[in-house]
């Protein structure tokens, strides 16, 4: 069975980093990719961006692209998302999802994670 | 980036009856590869997004039959033949023709 586990909550403050990791198993780590999406309270999702698990190359959404960096550990099948210089604006739930490849194109997110409440508070 | 705009935003609905959920694209989601990259995806309270339709019109792995999805280039059908009370949640319409993939406002169905 796949599976796709979150680290926990985070609790930090204006300005901080956050480093949220989602470690999977039941499947090959290296032929899908893996996608982040935020979803603010009581709001709706947002993509934030992919990256391939086989080389590491990175999309990022353009909001982002200046603070948010997407690492893989290929031993671990663990993906990384890190969010620099946050703001308030910036607590909500972290998802990380795997996303599948159709037709040489970037497709559906099959599975998700439990996803991680990130909190920016001073 | 391509807007997507889903209708209604709220949907009461009766256990037995049918719904339907409208999505709508600012640009064409069909690709020259003749895959049209609309994905549907429930997010029941307290849970992660899980899939239900992907490439328009296909049912996910597990997802009931009652559900089915079509569309066009650029107007999309999410449909539930008969909803039942686990039908309940917020559902999101996603495109992949572009990066960045964008979602829908999200339709809250609910059980009148």
């Known amino acids: 069975q796949v599976h796709l586990v979150q680290s926990g909550g985070e609790v930090k403050k204006p300005g901080a980093s956050v480093k949220v990791s989602c470690s999977t198993s039941?499947?090959?780590?290296?032929?899908?990719?893996i996608n982040w999406v935020r979803q603010a309270p009581g709001q709706g999702l947002e993509w934030m961006g992919w990256?391939?698990?086989?080389?590491?190359?990175?999309k990022l959404a353009p909001r982002f692209q200046d603070r948010l960096n997407l690492t893989t550990d290929t031993s671990a099948a663990t993906a990384y998302m890190e969010l620099r210089s946050l703001t308030s604006d910036d607590t909500a739930l972290f998802y990380c999802?795997?996303?599948?490849?159709?037709?040489?194109?970037?497709?559906?997110?099959?599975?998700w994670g439990q996803g991680t409440l990130v909190t920016v508070s001073s | 980036d391509i807007v997507m705009t889903q209708s209604p935003l709220s949907l009461p609905v009766t256990p037995g009856e049918p719904a339907s959920i409208s999505c709508r694209s600012s640009?064409?989601?069909?690709?020259?590869?003749?895959?049209?990259?609309l994905d549907w995806y429930l997010q029941k309270p307290g849970q992660s997004p899980q899939l239900v339709i992907y490439?328009?019109?296909n049912r996910a792995s597990g997802v009931s039959d009652r559900f089915s999805g079509s569309g066009s280039a650029t107007d999309f059908t999410l449909r539930i033949s008969r909803v039942e009370a686990e039908d309940v949640g917020v559902y999101y319409c996603?495109?992949?023709?572009?990066?960045?993939?964008?979602f829908g406002q999200g339709t809250r169905v609910e059980i009148k």
């Open positions: 999802a795997r996303g599948v490849t159709a037709g040489d194109t970037h497709s559906f997110f099959d599975f």
């Open positions: 039941g499947y090959n780590f290296v032929i899908y990719g």
């Open positions: 990256i391939s698990t086989y080389n590491g190359k990175t």
């Open positions: 640009q064409s989601l069909l690709h020259t590869n003749g895959y049209k990259y």
């Open positions: 490439l328009g019109s």
């Open positions: 996603m495109q992949t023709r572009q990066t960045p993939p964008t």
